[in-house]
């Protein structure tokens, strides 16, 4: 059994549909993820911020959502016999009448009784329920034995709306539902992102969350192998839309690609890796553009390339730096910055310490000034906003002070703001203003992966 995500992307229009179809009628016992399609779920979050304060706005966006399913369904099916176009064009229609329907209802009470978690969730799903029935009936149409399946029936969740921590034991339960589809010699289609709590309300798994659906119930099934299908050959050495000469990674260990995915690159989502390492099944990334290319392979072992693997970027950083009053001992310092920022539930991309002062990099929030006022109990509080945290993944440790000196080559004249190596996850991570970040990525991309 082979599980395979196609991502928003492969999603697009009904070119990249007959080349998803493509794909999965080559593979024997597939079950299939897919996302929304492209731009979708954006547009349903839109609509559900605009809904309370310009409810016509909102209701606009509704319609264009019904306008293009129905016009990417209606130009699927151009080419297909008249009999099973008429059908499939009804069912089709049925449905998007339906999930609209639905969304406006909801955008409707939004607008006189505010908005709330729950309801946000229930709309940024209606992208996946509409993809997913749409492209199993559209496979159907053209010759495949597909099901639809709700994925409320599979993922159950907490209730922490909008990042929902799945619930592996009671998706193990569930997972009967895909394995008797795929005995009964039927494709089970179904839309990653979303499940349900133990209300019976729909959740959220975070934004890339189909790729974490995927995973969990490719862990839940056993399953051979976890595809993730999308528009580049693999993982890259760097985003390639941002550095052109970057190319794919044959294999990376699953902590890699995990490390690559929390530092930025939006390839994956990062929790993708915990289901599929814990059942041991190997992830690939691959290019529904061109799919006899391996792309990249996720697996247990790391292979030591004597060198560094890849290099991502992640914007909005702030650097907060808290050095230590005279009155504070060394350790007690320490332990008391690192408390704050625990009960702040603050996490912490990288940091570098001494005994006197500590530099944290954090995403920047709503919870820095808070942060600020705690800390400055300690000693003085310095913060550096609108810095980027650039971070070369993979690192040998043999060859750490080569990497650095490349890196720190990268970035001439300029002062970094921090600069951390964990030997553990073999990470160096750089902080700089974000004015010079994208020109520091292709540079340092250059001398780390160009030059021999
Ligand atoms: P999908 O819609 O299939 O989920 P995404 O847009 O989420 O696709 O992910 C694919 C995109 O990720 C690529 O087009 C690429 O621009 C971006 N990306 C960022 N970093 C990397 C990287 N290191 N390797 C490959 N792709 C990357
Ligand atoms: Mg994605």
Known sequence: MHVLKFGGTSMGDEHTWRRVLDIISNYENPVVVVSATERTTRQLVAAADLAADNFSEAEEIAESIRTRHRSLVLNFLSDISLEKRENALSACSKWIDQCISTLLELLQQISEQGSTPAIKDTIASIGEQLSAYLLSRCGQAAGLQTTWIDATQVINTDSDFGQAIPDRNKIQQNIDLLSSTVKEQSIPIMGGYYGQNDQGQITTLGFEGSDYTASLIGAALGAEAIEIWTDVSGIYTCDPQVVETARPIAELS????????????????????????AAGIAVYVKNIFEPSHPGTKIHAETVENGWAKAITYLNDI?????????????????????????NAHQPVNAVTTTEAAVSVALPDNRKVDKLEELLSNFGSVELEKKQGLISIIGCSFNNIETIQNHVLAGIPGMEPSLISYSKSKQNLNIALSETSLIPAVCRIHDLLFEKD
């Open 318 to 342: 702030i650097i907060l730096t808290v050095t230590a009053a005279k009155s504070q001992e060394g350790h007690r310092f320490l332990a008391a910055v690192f408390n704050v920022l625990d």
């Open 254 to 277: 699953f902590q890699e690609a995990t490390e690559l995915a929390y530092f930025g690159a939006k390839v994956l989502h990062p929790s993708t890796m915990k289901p599929a390492a």
